[in-house]
Antibody
């Protein structure tokens, strides 16, 4: 059974940092492109970042302007998102998703709240 | 930058009725990379359709997708109670790499 379990969300002050993690199981993690997608409260879906299986190709949404860094550890079947200089509009549920060209399977998400 | 516009914003229908959701792109989208997702309250989205018309694993055949170029649609032939949810279209390959429509809510009339 495919499982994607996010962790690391929580309350952070504006300008602060947070590192999200995603533990994957039930599939060959090292073969798949992984992604982060977020959803602000009551809003739609927004793609954040993607990382190809060997970390060679990495893409970000333009709106992030270099504040976020995606990475992965295939030995640990884990995906990460380092988020710096957080702003109020970064508050959202962050989903770990696998898929390339489409989002095949989603974790349940981790909530990030940005507030002073 | 490609923008996906979904219509209507809300669709009010009764169980057993047919639902047709539209997704229009601001520029041409490859049919291979147009997908649809269903999201129920408090849940993560679920892939329904990919490649414009291919149902994902386990998706019932009352869900179908069609379209090309800039106009795509998702049809639910006969609404079941569990189909009332928000539906998103999504494209891959244009700038930005991925983008979503704003969603269509299918609600019980």
């Amino acid at each position: 059974e495919v499982q994607l379990v996010e962790s690391g969300g929580g309350l952070v002050k504006p300008g602060g940092s947070l590192r999200l993690s995603c533990a994957a199981s039930g599939f060959t993690f090292s073969r798949y492109t992984m992604n982060w997608v977020r959803q602000a409260p009551g809003k739609g879906l927004e793609w954040v970042s993607s990382i190809e299986s060997s970390s060679t190709y990495i893409h970000y949404a333009d709106s992030l302007k270099g504040r976020f860094t995606i990475s992965r550890d295939n030995a640990k079947n884990s995906l990460y998102l380092q988020m710096n200089s957080l702003r109020a509009d970064d508050a959202a549920v962050y989903y770990c998703v696998y898929g390339d060209g489409r989002f095949d399977f989603w974790g349940q998400g981790t909530l990030v709240t940005v507030s002073s | 930058e490609i923008v996906l516009t979904q219509s209507p914003g809300t669709l009010s229908l009764s169980p057993g009725e047919r639902a047709t959701l539209s997704c229009r792109a601001s520029q041409s989208v490859s049919s291979s990379y147009l997908s649809w997702y269903q999201q129920k309250p408090g849940q993560a989205p679920r892939l329904l359709i990919y490649g414009t018309s291919t149902r994902a694993t386990g998706i019932p055949d009352r869900f179908s997708g069609s379209g090309s170029g800039t106009d795509f649609s998702l049809t639910i032939s006969r609404l079941e109670p569990e189909d009332f949810a928000v539906y998103y279209c999504q494209q891959y390959g244009n700038s930005p790499l991925y983008s979503f429509g704003q969603g269509t809510k299918v609600e019980i009339k």
